[in-house]
């Protein structure tokens, strides 16, 4: 069973960068029909998503946080990961791992989540 | 404020049949296909529905998707207590370039 497990620091300060990185087990991290993507869901919420990127390092971001957001892939160690610089208050959050299904493109099939982790920004 | 409209809220008794609505617009729903989630409380979203209608294996056949035009809905039938959550549909959209998820609904199991 495909498990994706988020690791980061769960406080960061205004103005600095949150980083995150995802780790993927249980199945294939590299295929043609996945990608790998961020969704974050400020407290009490709906959902946001972040941004996807895929095995061989295309990107596609969220528009609004394009500026400030970098994301990255390692398939030596199926890992992805999130870099978001300048963050404020708005940017707090639990902020998800997920799998997207690309079958059908554009997809807004995230089939597979991580557990979240919680990111507050404050100093 | 969502470019996906949701209701708010939703409510329904044990075995009740409830339909949750998603409305978009010619930019996204009326030109891609539309996901739904359900997220319990405390945990992460699961996908109900992808490709507008499609359950992945393990989701039972009392959840269903329909997409009419520029409108989305997921019906609910032989409604359950553990089906109390909070539902999001979700598109993309070219005119924003972005992943849209609408507001989301909370469902009541009275």
């Known amino acids: 069973q495909l498990q994706l497990q988020e690791s980061g620091p769960g406080l960061v300060k205004p103005s600095e960068t949150l980083s995150l990185t995802c780790t993927v087990s249980?199945?294939?991290?590299?295929?043609?029909?996945?990608?790998w993507g961020w969704i974050r869901q400020s407290p009490g919420k709906g959902l946001e998503w972040v941004g996807t990127?895929?095995?061989?390092?295309?990107?596609y971001y969220n528009p609004s946080l394009k500026s400030r957001l970098t994301m990255s892939v390692d398939t030596s160690k199926n890992q992805f990961s999130l870099k978001l610089s300048s963050v404020t208050a708005a940017d707090t959050a639990i902020y998800y791992c997920?799998?997207?299904?690309?079958?059908?493109?554009?997809?807004?099939?995230?089939?597979?989540w991580g557990q979240g982790t919680l990111v507050a920004v404050s100093s | 404020q969502s470019v996906l409209t949701q209701p708010p809220s939703a409510s329904g008794t044990p075995g009740q049949r409830v339909t949750i609505s998603c409305s978009g617009s010619?930019?996204?729903?009326?030109?891609?296909?539309v996901s739904w989630y359900q997220q319990a409380p405390g945990t992460a979203p699961k996908v109900l529905i992808y490709?507008?209608?499609q359950r992945p294996s393990g989701v039972p056949d009392r959840f269903s998707g329909s997409k009419s035009g520029t409108s989305a809905s997921l019906a609910i039938s032989g409604l359950q207590s553990e089906d109390e959550a909070d539902y999001y549909c979700?598109?993309?959209?070219?005119?924003?370039?972005?992943?849209?998820f609408g507001g989301g609904t909370k469902l009541t199991v009275l």
């Open positions: 997920t799998r997207v299904n690309i079958v059908v493109v554009p997809s807004s099939n995230f089939d597979y």
């Open positions: 249980g199945g294939s991290f590299i295929s043609n029909n996945y990608c």
């Open positions: 990127i895929c095995y061989r390092g295309d990107t």
């Open positions: 010619s930019s996204n729903i009326g030109s891609y296909t």
């Open positions: 490709t507008n209608n």
């Open positions: 979700a598109v993309w959209d070219n005119s924003l370039n972005d992943v849209v």
